[in-house]
């Protein structure tokens, strides 16, 4: 009986390292920082070509939920200014589970510190963006002058959401 149930934990340890990966953080973090790169560098094909066919982008503001080409059409004046965003990671955490990836970083842009999160997926062998959120950090000191600053505009974007 013993050896039944050594066994039986040792094939439960050999299943659970044969199903264990590690998380691809060096191909994930590259090409974090080259889709960060290319929008500083205002390229957007390359942009546009690190996310999936099927992308979605959701802004900082409340009616940025975009799909793919919808953000390409929003994004695309900025990239032919020759300069579109500037984001710089300060912080980032990465997770794995089965293939799928995700990430939070801390961010240094114009807007200040922002915190970005997304879901990486392999397309054609590479890791690619499929969802991205980009937010604001506000301190919590501060949330509560924020929420009063945008309080109206909050109000009646509630509005026209439920009556929609």
Known sequence: MRNFIFLA????????CANYQEIPKQAVEETIDQWHEAAAQADFEKYFGLM??????????ATENWQLA????????????GKAWSFTSLERN??????????????????????????????N????????VLSIAVPNDNVENLTALKKNWDMQYIDQLRNQ
């Open 70 to 81: 919808e953000f390409k059409a929003f994004a695309q004046p900025f990239f032919d200014r």
């Open 125 to 132: 062998g590479k890791y690619k963006i499929a969802h991205y």
């Open 94 to 123: 990465v997770y794995s589970e089965n293939e799928v990836v995700y990430f939070d970083e801390l961010l240094d842009t114009q807007m200040g510190i922002c915190r970005g999160s997304g879901v990486l997926i392999k397309e």
């Open 9 to 16: 934990v040792l094939a439960g340890l050999i299943t659970s």
């Open 52 to 61: 999936t066919s099927n992308a979605v982008f959701i802004g900082t503001d």
